[in-house]
Structures are given as C-alpha cells and as structure tokens.
C-alpha cells in the first residue's frame, strides 16, 4: 500500500502563497487518486481539492476554488495556495485513494498523511 507524506506547510500572512507538496513512498502515485483534506482547531476535517489518477480531472471546495491548484507530477502531488486568509489555517492531509475520479469523500481514500500545519496570520 502507498505511504503518502506532507510537507511545505508554514507560517504566513493573509494574502500570501504556500506550496504543499504530498510525496509517495512504498508505491508510485501513479494508480491512485489524491486528495487534500484540512483540519481546522475545534472543527471537523474538510475536503479541499482532488486529482483524478491520470490528472485529468480536479475537484475543489467552494471555500478555495480560484484560489488553491491541485497537480500532480510523477510521485509527487502539489497543492498551490494563493491569496491565503486566516480561515484557511489549518492541518493539511494528503490522502491516496483506489479510484479513478477526484472524489471529496474521505471513505475515497484509504492512505492517509500525518499532516502539516498552515498557519495564516492577519
């Protein structure tokens, strides 16, 4: 099964971009979907945005259409974030998943990331 790991999180101000990256080990990304999904402090985890297996297909939450791009190249899975706002802080998740569409659902996904924080000051 893969093992997916986050990083790039940080700390930054409102209106700046930060670039997550989701890299695979175990397995290549190749056959699966990704997803990135946030955790916010005191409230349920969130979808954020998906890419389809061969990266022909994105999904994203109504919260960062516009703002946020998810790609993919090769092992690797990125999510750019800009115009960042003090709402978007929170721990960010990659997550792989067995099927072949960009899905919002966590029951999608079946390999999950430890997460890194983002943390966006006003």
């Known amino acids: 099964q893969v093992q997916v790991a986050e990083s790039g999180g940080g700390l930054v101000q409102a209106g700046d971009s930060l670039r997550l990256s989701c890299a695979a080990s175990?397995?290549?990304?190749?056959?699966?979907?990704m997803g990135w999904f946030r955790q916010a402090p005191g409230k349920e985890r969130e979808f954020v945005a998906a890419i389809s297996r061969i990266g022909t297909s994105t999904q994203y939450a109504d919260s960062v259409m516009g703002r946020f791009t998810v790609s993919r190249d090769g092992d690797t899975v990125y999510l750019q974030m800009n115009s960042l706002k003090p709402e978007d802080t929170a721990i960010y998740y990659c997550a792989a998943g067995n099927g072949p569409f960009a899905s919002d659902a966590e029951g999608a996904y079946s390999s999950w990331g430890q997460g890194t924080q983002v943390t966006v000051s006003s």
């Open positions: 175990g397995r290549s990304f190749s056959g699966y979907t």
